[in-house]
Nanobody, 116 residues
Framework: QVRLVESGGGLVQPGESLLLSCVSS????????MGWYRQAPGKQRELVAS???????KYLDAVKDRFTIFRDNTRDTVYLRMNDLQPDDTAVYYC??????????WGQGTRVTVSS
């Protein structure tokens, strides 16, 4: 059973930064794509950033210039560096890994709250 464990969330003020981590129990190259999703209260879950096995990245327009997804293959870990956080970034952030066409794995989520 694949496990994804997120960490790094917390309460920050607007303009501050956080680094989210997602540690996989599997070699991350076994996944086609890994990504970070978020779900704010009363809203649908949305894709924030993804990185495929080849290293190509994609971002939600709202975070494109502020967030960076990257990975450390030696640690089987995917990160999300979030700079200049704003109240609209408040959400639970989930790590996702896709294996093949139909298999999705999810972490338990880490809460990010941006408030002054």
């Amino acid at each position: 059973q694949v496990r994804l464990v997120e960490s790094g969330g917390g309460l920050v003020q607007p303009g501050e930064s956080l680094l989210l981590s997602c540690v996989s129990s599997e070699n991350i190259f076994n996944f086609n794509v890994m990504g970070w999703y978020r779900q704010a209260p009363g809203k649908q879950r949305e894709l924030v950033a993804s990185i495929n096995v080849g290293g190509k990245t994609k971002y939600l327009d709202a975070v494109k210039d502020r967030f960076t997804i990257f990975r450390d293959n030696t640690r089987d870990t995917v990160y999300l560096r979030m700079n200049d956080l704003q109240p609209d970034d408040t959400a639970v952030y989930y790590c996702n890994a896709k294996m093949g066409q139909f298999i999705d794995y999810w972490g338990q989520g880490t809460r990010v709250t941006v408030s002054s």
